[in-house]
T-cell receptor
Framework: DQQVKQNSPSLSVQEGRISILNCDYT??????FLWYKKYPAEGPTFLIS?????DKNEDGRFTVFLNKSAKHLSLHIVPSQPGDSAVYFC??????????FGKGTRLHILP | KAGVTQTPRYLIKTRGQQVTLSCSPI?????VSWYQQTPGQGLQFLFE???????NKGNFPGRFSGRQFSNSRSEMNVSTLELGDSALYLC????????????FGPGTRLTVT
């Protein structure tokens, strides 16, 4: 049973527009959430994180929103740039510090 | 600082063989985690080592094992390889155990024939 779900395997967005990547989770014990970005032939790189005590965290063009009641988080990228084309993984950790990743969403930024 | 390094980058083995993968974390990082990435399953957590002790383990069979040395370098071993073990194996290091930002290596692409 997947505890972290990224239901969209891929997403295409026009350059300059907003990209919204979604992630749902089932375990209410998760208390820390992270987003990673992965280019082909490279390991994932950390993008942004959010603690369960917050509902928003912003870093430049990247903002993560957390809706605990809906067990949903989203990553907003604005404006989207060609270099943002990659696979994005949502991850969550529980109090045992075990990290669970989603299956990823492939983002295509269209010119 | 040098990043996380993994060796070898590519490996081809046959069913039934065993394989050992190596990971050198970022200097000063004491936590090393291993992940398996496959197209259908995404990134799946294998185990985490911190200061030479296994702290956490994912849902993988006992054929998958690991260890960490006193210099924080880690090895992962897979015995009796199966075709389904073909995957990208990623190692990540962190200064603290568990939650928090991890730094990933480029991975080892294992192909089992």
């Amino acid at each position: 049973d997947q505890q972290v779900k990224q239901n969209s395997p891929s997403l295409s967005v026009q350059e300059g527009r907003i990209s919204i990547l979604n992630c749902d989770y089932t375990n209410s014990m998760f208390d820390y959430f992270l987003w990673y970005k992965k280019y082909p032939a490279e390991g994932p790189t950390f993008l942004i994180s959010i603690s369960s005590i917050k509902d928003k965290n912003e870093d430049g063009r990247f903002t993560v929103f957390l809706n605990k009641s809906a067990k949903h988080l989203s990553l907003h990228i604005v404006p989207s740039q060609p270099g943002d084309s990659a696979v994005y993984f949502c991850a969550a950790t529980d109090r045992d510090d075990k990290i669970i990743f989603g299956k990823g969403t492939r983002l295509h930024i269209l010119p | 600082k040098a990043g996380v390094t993994q060796t070898p980058r590519y490996l081809i083995k046959t069913r039934g063989q065993q394989v050992t993968l190596s990971c050198s974390p970022i200097s000063g990082h004491r936590s090393v985690s291993w992940y398996q990435q496959t197209p259908g399953q995404g990134l799946q957590f294998l185990f985490e080592y911190f200061s030479e002790t296994q702290r956490n383990k994912g849902n993988f069979p006992g054929r998958f094992s690991g260890r960490q040395f006193s210099n924080s370098r880690s090895e992962m071993n897979v015995s009796t390889l199966e075709l389904g073990d073909s995957a990208l194996y990623l190692c990540a290091s962190s200064s603290t155990s568990g939650a928090g930002e991890q730094y990933f290596g480029p991975g080892t692409r294992l192909t089992v024939t």
